[in-house]
């Protein structure tokens, strides 16, 4: 791919594991670890052809309201994906970071996922971020909890200093640079490009702060079977655009 431009971050909507799965009269968690599959092979891919930044949706805030045996199952792959896969992320430089509210995880899943983003923390060819019982609008709310919280903490440090306590609202306005670092990942730059498989137009409370100027592709392809020539035909049409941030001159 000489002479195109490598989204330094790009994001995915993996959809299509149960349709897929359907199609071939499997059952749904078979879809899904088919999906871990392409997952893999994917991000194998945009380590070597330089993509910085990958960040899957794995699980959202939503997900919970499958059937019981589904969930499981889920947790249950992103488990045993940690075990196997953990060695191999490290020969390839993957840093893991593991991104969403911590509720309902079991502890031991949690421990796992710490003890893994740990052991792959000095890795440097390409971070992966799953987002995993992720939320766009829990990830804002959280945000604006930390902002009160540190605006809480802050009046009160004064007020037990015997300083004059600020009391008008427009002390309390912060701006949209500032608003950024309380989102649960403010290292990682926005995504430049999000796919969506299996061809449903729907953003799906994913990443919803940080795709203000991302570009989208969507395509018919259910995830499992979203490959590399897949990935290449998202590249060659991300780089097609005119990507002019609500200005009249591309960047
Ligand atoms: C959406 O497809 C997919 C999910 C809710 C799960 C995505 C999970 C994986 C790809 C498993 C791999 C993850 C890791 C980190 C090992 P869907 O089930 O909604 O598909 P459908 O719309 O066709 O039913």
Redesign the pocket.
Known sequence: MENIVIPKHIAII???????AKEKGKI?LE??RA??N??ENILECCGKIGVKYLT?????TE?WKRPKMEVEG?MN??SR?LDNKKKELKKQGVKLLVTGAKENISEKLLKKIEETENYLSDCENIVFN?A?NYGGRREIVDAVNKVLEKKFLEQNQVAENGGFVEEKAENFKITEEEFSKYMYRPEIPDPELVIRT?GEFRISNFLLWEIAYSEFYITDT??PDFDEKELEKAILSFNKRDRRYGGLNAK
């Open positions: 993996m959809d299509g594991n149960g349709r897929w749904r879809g899904h999906g871990a392409a997952l899957v949706y794995a699980f959202s997900n889920l792959l992103f994906y799953i995993f299996s259910y995830w």
